[in-house]
């Protein structure tokens, strides 16, 4: 089973985490978290991260972060491999769920499948007029009752 290693500024890694585990509680060994804080260098971030990752202790892992070239980031390109390890940036929770779900695909099929999740959940929810209330004769813009 491949791991999942959320590298973010903090709160995030650690709220995005706990969201995790209240829709997947059985998945508590294979996905970590590290929240960066803005107070610790880099390189005592990546000092961290490196002990995280052993203690994940999975044959493969996916690294996700939050925002290309922050810092979170630059430490995730430090810490993965491309072989055992391999980095998407731009996490959101459509994404991380979608990761949990296919933990126990390859890994090369479980980056594909955190990218579809990650895009397939960014969308515009279409606001409609609440149902059983007929549009009054006079409103003349469709949207005024949009916020």
């Known amino acids: 089973m491949n791991g ?46 490196r002990i995280l990752l052993a203690q994940l202790d999975a044959p493969q892992v996916l690294v996700l972060t939050d925002l290309f070239g922050a810092t979170p980031c630059n430490v995730a390109q430090k810490l993965v491999d491309g072989v055992r390890s391999r980095l998407i940036t731009g996490v959101n929770l459509p994404m991380l769920l979608r990761t949990v779900s296919y933990r126990h695909e390859s890994l090369d099929a479980l980056v594909a499948r955190a990218l579809v999740g ?22 003349q813009d469709i949207h005024d009752h949009q916020q």
């Open 4 to 49: 999942i290693f959320i590298i973010a500024h903090a709160p995030l890694a650690h709220a995005l985490r706990q969201c995790v585990l209240h829709v997947f509680p059985d998945a508590a060994g294979s996905v970590a978290a590290l929240d960066v804080q803005p107070n610790v260098s880099p390189e005592e971030t990546l000092g961290s991260a």
């Open 118 to 139: 990650g895009t397939q959940g960014v969308m515009q929810v279409a606001i409609t007029a609440p149902q059983n209330q007929a549009r009054r004769s006079h409103d």
